[in-house]
């Protein structure tokens, strides 16, 4: 059970867009910033978004992030059979004294 | 541009400890940043292990923290895990990062290394 909670599964069709919630509480997501990664199978995370909505230098404007009290969303628009991949959120956690990482969420494009 | 790379055994028994090197190219690690571990079983979600600061000062996942050492060399600008009694619940994919304390996020990664606790 992850202290982030992700929904396990998401799909929209090319060209559409498509949010991705990562819910926490105070202790983390509440007070602290949030990073988002996405990982091809047999691959490594690669970070998207830092500090909330930083994007990565290189990462297209396709891909945003925001955090609203203890949430964040991941936002894709105009979606592309590339975008397939796992989504991670990660943040601090003030009371449990470590980094967290949300449970995972596969986006499909169908 | 900054490259990060794991070395050691794919294959660890029981009860042992599993020790994995992380190389950094493209960045002299003695110039400051942090530099951590992640893991992830087969099929699973991501774990976060623990990080070390350039100058030797480390930080620890509390579930782990009886068991993880991470060490830093700057003379080979590399940093290292070990883990110690381990079991088959520690098989996993490690991944070496350099992470941004302030602000919570591993930028750079390593490719990744399977390691399988197995008799």
């Known amino acids: 059970q992850s202290v982030l909670t992700q929904p396990p599964s998401v799909s929209a069709a090319p060209g559409q867009k498509v949010t991705i919630s990562c819910s926490g509480s105070?202790?983390?997501?509440?007070?602290?910033?949030v990073s988002w990664y996405q990982q091809f199978p047999g691959t490594a995370p690669k970070l998207l978004i830092y500090?909330?909505?930083k994007r990565l230098s290189g990462i297209p404007d396709r891909f945003s992030g925001s955090k609203s009290g203890t949430s964040a969303t991941l936002g894709i628009t105009g979606l592309q059979t590339g975008d397939e991949a796992d989504y991670y959120c990660?943040?601090?956690?003030?009371?449990?004294?470590?980094?967290?990482f949300g449970g995972g969420t596969k986006l499909t494009v169908l | 541009q900054l490259q990060l790379q794991e070395s050691g055994p794919g294959l660890v028994k029981p009860s042992e400890t599993l020790s994995l090197t992380c190389g950094v190219s493209?960045?002299?690690?003695?110039?400051?940043?942090?530099w951590g571990w992640i893991r992830q079983p087969p099929g699973k979600g991501l774990e976060w292990i623990g990080y070390i600061y350039h100058s030797g000062s480390t930080y620890y996942n509390p579930s782990l923290k009886s068991r993880v050492t991470i060490l830093v060399d700057t003379s080979k600008n590399q940093f290292s895990l070990n883990l110690s009694s381990v079991t088959a619940a520690d098989t996993a994919v490690y991944y070496c990062?350099?992470?941004?304390?302030?602000?919570?996020?591993?930028?750079?990664w390593g490719q990744g290394t399977l390691v399988t606790v197995s008799s």
């Open positions: 105070s202790s983390n997501i509440g007070n602290n910033y």
């Open positions: 990660g943040t601090w956690d003030n009371s449990l004294n470590t980094g967290v």
């Open positions: 990062a350099r992470y941004s304390s302030g602000s919570y996020f591993f930028d750079y």
């Open positions: 493209g960045y002299s690690i003695s110039r400051g940043y942090t």
């Open positions: 500090e909330n909505n």
